[in-house]
């Protein structure tokens, strides 16, 4: 296609939102209406199976569970007073605890305000409010956040190490209540807060499931806010797991809620061409054949939006990635995301994505404003904003030129009400597009095999732990395995003896580190 064909297709396949002032152009996926029609069918059975979930359908059926993160943000549209008022009482909640927190009512025991946010949680409690935090937190403030989102001990005493404690309210996150990490963050936070002489509980706040064992050990503290069962990690940003932090760093949680409304009422739309989360599923089926052939490079040019290829890479990988749909078949479902922000990506990886494994399309996201206030000219008649708003076109042109499709989405600036949106927009794509492809988007199985497999790890380190400690000699590690009954496991073994030595745990390790058979290993 020459440049005025492409700017008809443009024109054609351009999706607006007036009221949001947000564009969605597919113009540069190469698609045709043929193909389209061959979809119809599929995007029809979307589109009820959409709806079916928002009437309340056990849309999760492994789980048994409700899909339900749609009505955070349009609580008239849940199907029982029970779970509107879910939706509406920790809102309430939150609103009320932010304002005392604010105004010094709610305080730590020795000052006069909490000034700092300690976020504990990971995955879907963690990467959601990272992503509102860096978008949206107004440069002064009346709260600063922190994460800890990893049960890494160097990363959490690098967090740590920046906190006045006695002024910081800690929020520990997770659905489930139950898993390591987060456990493991919330007890070192504890134990930070204790080698202070610091009462954890006076500033602390949960946000889990009622129920949970989070919520039980949590009994004393500050307060607890309530995580909806039908409402998925990876899809709880507009719930207490996002809506509390932001709230508290002076974020407007009703834009939020409010943009995201809005872009549901769009994308409920039974219309593939005026509906641009169905655009979108379209555009990613077309890329990757329906099976995920190619991945998602996600590339805001803007700095503040850096985040949002991590916020997505779970959104979309966890509710996609599926070795089974829901008939039973092996399907290997799923597509890579992966992104930072432009232009910073082209002095990295778009070398590649120019001229090497044509493996990949690409997302543009825009911002048409620069940023408030003046710009000076950094080139005669040329800012900086001019320069990224040029090098976004460029890199889309070069792309596609050379055979790499591209989507743009294009919002007029990064407000809480179109992060709301964008959240949404995305939240529904996932939505379409698992139903195209016949998957459970909701569930997580692949999850657990991680999980069991390091609980099996830490399990034999305790029974290796306690073989060392009765045997009077080293030994060598096939006779460890062996007095363990775990002589297929000696690879595990060498590597907690090593990790063990490493971090001076009682274990002694001696011999040719290169040769794994010579190594002696004893208490020390
Ligand atoms: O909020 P939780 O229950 O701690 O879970 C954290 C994350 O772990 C996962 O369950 C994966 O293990 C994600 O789906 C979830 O977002």
Known sequence: MDNLQLWQRYQDWLYYHPGLELYLDVSRVRFDNAFV???????????????????????????????????????ELAPNDQLRAEITEPLLQIKDFV????????????REKFTTILSVGIGGSALGPQFVAEALAPDVPPMEIHFIDNTDPAGIDRVLEHLDLATTLVIITSKSGGTPETRNGMLEVRHAYEKQGLDFPKHAVAVTMPGSKMDEYARDWLTRFPMQDWVGGRTSELSAVGLLPASLQGIDIDAMLAGAREMDIATRVHDLKTNPSALLALAWYYE??????????????????????????????????????LDGNTVYQGIAVYGNKGSTDQHAYVQQLREGVPNFFATFIEVLEDRRGE?????????????????????RQALYENHRDSITITIPEVTPRHVGALIALYERAVSIYASLVN??????????????????VLDLQRQIVGILQESGNPLDLNALAAKAGASDRVEAIYKIVRH???????????GDFGKPDTLQISAR
């Open 37 to 75: 029609e061959t979809l119809a069918p599929k995007f029809d059975r979307a589109f009820r199976a959409l709806e079916a979930l928002e009437k309340g359908a056990i849309a999760n059926p492994d789980e048994q569970r409700m899909v339900g993160h749609y009505w955070l943000r349009a609580p």
């Open 99 to 110: 304002r005392k927190i604010h105004a010094g009512e709610i305080k730590p025991p020795d």
């Open 288 to 325: 990757g054949n329906g099976k995920g052939e190619k991945d998602m490079v996600i590339l805001p040019y803007k700095d503040s939006l850096y985040l949002f290829s991590r916020y997505l890479q779970q959104l979309v990988m966890e509710s996609l990635g599926k070795e089974k749909d």
């Open 375 to 395: 710009s000076i000219d950094v080139e005669p008649g040329a800012t900086s904003g001019d320069f990224l708003s040029g090098l976004l076109q460029g890199t």
């Open 439 to 456: 998957i459970n988007a909701y569930h997580q199985p692949g999850v657990e095999a991680g999980k069991k497999a390091a609980a099996s």
């Open 500 to 510: 063990l030595d490493a971090n001076h745990r009682g274990v002694k390790v001696e």
